[in-house]
């Protein structure tokens, strides 16, 4: 039985290079309060019905969140 509160594991790597890329370089880190530092060892999952990817800051380390939102109602 699944609990609605855990993650659900999604593939990172099935998006394209373009996009993993974007990702990977389009962040904020909370704990040097800087954007586009770079985000390493990405996982994404589902939680909540929302994505995310979560990885580390390139430059100290810390826990970095992206939450992907779709752009297609943006018509």
């Given amino acids: 039985m699944s609990d609605e509160n855990e ?3 999604r593939d990172f790597s099935a998006r394209s290079a373009e996009e993993q890329q974007a990702f990977l370089e389009n962040t904020w880190c909370n704990q040097c309060q800087q954007v586009d530092l770079g985000m390493v060892e990405p996982i994404e999952y589902e ?18 969140i992206t939450e992907v939102v779709d752009d297609e109602d943006d018509d």
Wanted: aromatic share 10%; proline share 5%; glycine share 14%.
């Fill in 7 to 9: 993650r659900i594991a």
């Fill in 47 to 64: 939680f909540l019905g929302r994505i995310f990817i979560e990885g580390k800051c390139s430059v100290c380390g810390e826990p970095s």
